[in-house]
């Protein structure tokens, strides 16, 4: 008698393809966001000039990811994202040719960041809403969100790195306009996925206002998705606190006293672990269920920014971060899952925009508050801080995700018409 293996069902032709755009698009996105800043200290910009490309560049979501997620859910997802493709390739490659005949500007670098932020911002809605409308089964949205968090973490922290450094040796010209070819490559991609995937509006008529602040009134009165979103919040400040002086903390003559090739290696210990998290996070999800595992994550978050208070060894602290960041992909996913779950499809993208304003809203406040403990009270202390916040933040989740919440029930999101 033989025993025929059940192969699992398969995402399909059209999530494979936005699968696809979405890996080649993340690896033109590692490749500019190294570019950007380099050809700013090209330009002779001050060390103030060039942290400003970062600001612009992140400017977008705290000012605009509210509009980003009503454009999203009002046109059609699909289009919106060969859109923005398509106006990547053209500021990047008038960037390129800028650089390539020495007529760019610090102006041009910092509109360009700008713009590309604002690209980010939309895309990433779009593709929030996207991800559930190719997959029918509903059942199937935890492998889809873990094999695009797999993809994006592989593209962005392994593989564009590197590339990037690879191609900057032949010069910074070669870094953009490789980063435009990948977004003109999304393009084919995206065209084989069929359909339309505009959601269908299923409520009264409202004013502007009213339509582009529904995310967040939605993400308010809904208990599981409010208490989520505060979560990742409150976990955001400790981690932008923790990030803002580990640098200090860790390289010669911080305590720890590696080299920046060695702080480099140590970042490549958490990355690791978010290709992990992402390739392990649907088998953990059937072994122990969501609610632990979510509780397992606020424990990373506790292991990461503590262990440096208790010990200056750069395996401890290197093995702490593979687990923050293992627990951090696999938070993602999880909270993807039951957002796109519980959430009707014409306000899925701005649900998701809406946690993204308040999470990421907090991080500038959170390294602030890292940099005001590390000045008054020594840089050990905004880890002492932290892990003891970090514990207080697991009791508050145990008090307040009770286990039926995180059983989602009810039909797949239906297919944009």
Do not use: C
Not at 10 to 27: E, I, M, Q, V, Y
Not at 100 to 125: C, K, N, R
Not at 367 to 395: D, K, P, Q, T
């Amino acid at each position: 008698m033989s025993i025929t293996a059940v192969k699992p069902p398969k995402l399909g032709r059209d999530f494979g393809a936005l699968w696809s755009a979405s890996a080649t698009a993340n690896l033109g996105d590692a490749l500019y966001l190294l570019a950007l800043p380099l050809l700013a200290l090209r330009l002779h910009a001050s060390p103030g000039e060039v942290a400003a490309v970062t600001v612009l560049l992140t400017l977008a979501w705290p000012v605009l990811g509210l509009p980003a997620g009503l454009l999203a859910d009002r046109l059609d997802r699909r289009r919106l994202v060969v859109a923005v493709n398509v106006g990547r390739v053209g500021v990047l490659g008038a960037l390129t040719l800028g650089a390539a005949t020495g007529s760019v500007s610090l102006a041009w670098v910092y509109a360009a960041a700008f713009l590309l932020g604002l690209g980010e911002t939309i895309v990433d809605s779009s593709l929030a809403a996207l991800i559930p409308s190719t997959v029918r089964d509903q059942q199937l949205l935890g492998r889809a969100n873990a094999r695009l968090e797999l993809a994006i973490n592989v593209t962005n922290q392994f593989v564009g790195p590197p590339l990037a450094g690879l191609l900057a040796v032949a010069g910074l010209v070669w870094v953009t306009g490789a980063s435009s070819l990948l977004y003109l490559a999304t393009l084919p991609m995206l065209a084989l996925m069929s359909g339309r995937y505009r959601a269908a509006s299923t409520g009264a008529p409202e004013s502007l206002l009213a339509a582009v602040t529904a995310g967040l009134r939605y993400t308010w009165r809904h208990s599981l998705l409010r208490t989520l979103t505060l979560l990742t919040a409150s976990m955001n400040i400790f981690w932008a606190a923790w990030t803002a002086v580990l640098v200090v903390y860790v390289v010669a003559p911080g305590p720890v006293g590696l080299s920046p090739a060695g702080y480099g290696l140590l970042l490549t210990a958490m990355a690791l672990g978010a290709v992990a998290g992402s390739a392990l996070v649907e088998p953990l999800r059937r072994w122990l269920g969501d609610r632990q595992l979510l509780a397992l994550d606020i424990v990373g978050t506790v292991v990461l920014v503590g262990t440096p208070a208790v010990t200056t060894n750069p395996v401890a602290i290197g093995a702490a971060m593979f687990l923050g960041g293992a627990g951090s992909a696999v938070w993602r996913v999880i909270v993807a899952v039951v957002r796109q779950r519980v959430t009707p499809a014409d306000l899925l993208a701005r649900v998701y925009s809406a946690s993204r304003v308040i999470s990421w809203g907090v991080l500038p406040a959170g390294a602030a508050l890292g940099g005001l403990l590390a000045e008054v009270y020594g840089v050990r202390a905004v880890f002492v801080v932290g892990g003891v916040a970090s514990l207080a933040l697991l009791v508050a989740y145990a008090l307040t995700i009770r286990p039926p919440m995180l059983d989602v029930a009810g039909p797949a999101t239906p297919r944009d018409s």
